[in-house]
């Protein structure tokens, strides 16, 4: 029987994975934290693939815990541990001929020592969803009915995003028009609403004709039915076309592992409950165990967008996370470079974006972060 005793880490997906290489027949997670407990959650279920604990003990106590299990093959993982436990991991290990292992993520190469003979192996990372990373770090998705509009439906959202940067200011007053209007016609499949509504808006409707099936005057009245129920969203909230577009650059790369798209997440990781803390994140993706959070800013934005995302991609993917703020505002400001870049936040600006370029510039920026 081969026991796999690892030293929880901060980011507790490193241990999960590690786990998953040495393929143990039992994991005790120590933590000297006594509050600080290996997450029962299905993710762990999924990938773990045997049964597991967690232990609480200080390093001194480290030797005699040690010798108390009752196995044929111990292996240590040092990763989590601080300096003063690894030392003592080291020495107990060289005294007694346990193994030790170290996972290295950059590298994707797992380390092992035996017998003070150091050896490699391939590192293999699964390809983690954004609810499962998520729910390691104590959050939980909520099951929202989220369209994510392909094939023929992206024109619409090419069509509202194109509208949207012709004229933002005009976009925008649109947007709060037809939000109104979804509240008096709510539950109807045709909307109606005044010919002056129509004409104060001509050129957009005329623009994003392709949202509408039906969408014409009769009679002094503004008669309108989407092409897809769903489209609604598209000219009812004036950033989330921009979202789209962030979404479809990051999709079409084909590069990550999994991608969602306005991601409501509960702090507190159970039932959802109205009064929990929540979050919604534009954009979310991952990547070799890694978590990309992007917030998408269409309009103005200021530094305190900058915070927001660094904290949700933290608080929600550890630090190992890639916070990303997308922005479609056509203005500069050196002094918000400073600060995502100080920050450790990725800034794509409204010419790389327009330009197609996130996903390049996320890839690019994974490989030095």
């Not at 939980?140 to 989220?146: C, F, I, K, M, T």
């Not at 979050?279 to 959070?293: C, F």
């Not at 600060?339 to 794509?348: N, Y």
Request: charged content about 30%.
């Amino acid at each position: 029987m081969k026991v796999l005793v690892e030293l929880i880490d901060s980011q507790q997906i490193l241990n999960l994975v590690s786990a998953m290489n040495r393929k143990p027949d039992k994991v005790i997670f120590l933590s000297n934290d006594p509050y600080v407990e290996m997450p029962e959650k299905d993710v762990m279920k999924k990938y773990l693939g045997c049964p597991y604990e967690t232990m609480h003990c200080t390093p001194e106590m480290l030797e005699e815990l040690l010798l108390g299990i009752q196995a044929d093959d111990i292996e240590i993982d040092v990763h989590g541990g601080d300096d003063y436990a690894i030392a003592m991991a080291t020495a107990i290990a060289k005294k007694h001929g346990f193994t030790l292992c170290y996972p290295g993520f950059t590298t994707r190469t797992m380390y092992t020592v035996r017998n003070e003979m150091q050896e490699t192996s391939e590192l293999q990372i699964p390809k983690f969803t954004v609810r499962e990373i998520v729910s390691l770090y104590g959050g939980s998705v909520r099951e929202l009915p989220e369209a994510v509009f392909e094939g023929e439906d992206r024109k619409a959202v090419h069509a509202c995003n194109d509208s949207r940067r012709y004229n933002s200011k005009r976009w925008a007053d649109f947007c709060l028009t037809m939000s109104n209007l979804a509240k008096k016609n709510e539950g109807q499949t045709v909307w109606k609403a005044s010919e002056s509504v129509y004409n104060e808006y001509r050129s957009i409707f005329r623009s994003v004709a392709c949202v509408f099936r039906r969408c014409e005057v009769t009679e002094g009245k503004l008669y309108l039915e989407f092409a897809n129920p769903e489209y609604k969203v598209l000219v009812t909230d004036t950033g989330v076309p921009f979202e789209y577009e962030t979404y479809y650059q990051i999709e079409d790369s084909n590069y990550f592992d999994d991608i969602d798209i306005r991601v409501n997440i509960d702090w507190n990781g159970g039932v959802f409950n109205r009064k929990d803390p929540n979050s919604e994140l534009d954009v979310m993706a991952t990547k070799d165990g890694r978590l990309i959070s992007i917030s998408c800013k269409a309009g103005k934005y200021d530094q305190q967008a900058i915070y927001e995302v660094k904290t949700n991609a933290v608080q929600f993917g550890g630090e190992l996370a890639v916070p990303v703020l997308c922005t479609d505002y056509d203005r500069r400001h050196s002094e918000y470079a400073e600060k995502a870049e100080t920050l450790g936040v990725l800034l794509i600006q409204f010419d790389e974006m327009r330009a197609g370029k996130a996903a390049e510039l996320i890839i690019d920026w994974m490989k030095t972060h």
